[in-house]
């Protein structure tokens, strides 16, 4: 089974660009997760996912970030102007079906995106 | 708002040894999740262990266990005969019980493992 996958692994961009990171996870996982974790500070929550719906973006930092999931399956987080300060790891994560209460029920991680706005 | 602390940013250990590391958290709520994670210089955050909080029994898994005090909101990781492959570092996390809730991690800790 193929687990999250996330690219691009790092991107380098300048101030004022846009940059696109794309998840695509586990096969079946209507629960998608998107966190931010800046240098030397907390990952922290950015939305969640429940198929294409979006459940929870109480942590978007603003509206320069935009996130999408069309058809429930992969989902894209744009960020348009990029900024000095939203540089850091971006993270997803998936889940069946977000109950993690449930014995066997895990939230599975991708390897994240560095980026990185110069 | 939960909030959750590891107050050091890292520690060492001897390979074979016992080492320790420190979570606390602040929260309200009776019922919840804590979790510690591992993420390694492949950057894949990948699930240690987990504690139900209405569970009084620490959870284990193999080399690793969890002091959980739920009266002092504490939750300390111990790893047992340490290996190389151990060094990474740690989070910490919390999440309310219910559906669809998100976690809260702390700050992390850098662990290394001396041969």
């Known amino acids: 089974e193929a687990g999250v996958t996330q690219f691009p692994s790092h991107s380098v961009i300048e101030k004022g660009q846009t940059v696109t990171l794309r998840c695509d996870p586990i096969?079946?996982?209507?629960?998608l997760y998107w966190y931010r974790r800046v240098m030397g500070k907390e990952i922290k929550f950015l939305l969640h996912f429940v198929k294409e719906s979006k459940q929870d973006e109480s942590g978007m930092p603003n509206n320069r970030f935009l996130a999408e999931r069309t058809g429930g399956t992969y989902s894209t987080l744009k960020v348009q102007p990029a900024e000095l300060e939203d540089s850091g790891v971006y993270f997803c994560?998936?889940?069946?079906?977000?109950?993690?209460?449930?014995?066997?029920?895990?939230?599975?991680f991708g390897s994240g995106t560095q980026l990185s706005v110069l | 708002a939960q909030t959750v602390t590891q107050s050091q940013p890292e520690m060492s250990v001897q390979e074979a040894e016992t080492v320790t590391l420190s979570c606390t958290y602040d929260t309200s709520e009776s019922d919840y999740y804590l979790f510690w994670y591992k993420q390694p210089p492949s950057r894949q955050m990948i699930l240690v262990i987990r504690?139900?909080?209405?569970?009084?029994q620490n959870a284990t898994e193999n080399r690793f266990s969890v002091n959980f005090q739920k009266a002092a909101k504490s939750f300390s990781l111990k790893i047992s005969d340490s290996q190389l492959g151990d060094a990474a570092m740690y989070f910490c996390?919390?999440?309310?019980?219910?559906?669809?809730?998100?976690?809260?991690f702390g700050k992390g800790i850098t662990l290394s493992v001396r041969p």
């Open positions: 504690q139900e909080a209405y569970k009084q």
């Open positions: 096969s079946g996982h209507d629960n």
């Open positions: 994560a998936s889940s069946r079906t977000g109950v993690l209460s449930a014995v066997n029920e895990k939230l599975f």
């Open positions: 996390a919390y999440r309310s019980d219910g559906a669809n809730s998100k976690l809260t």
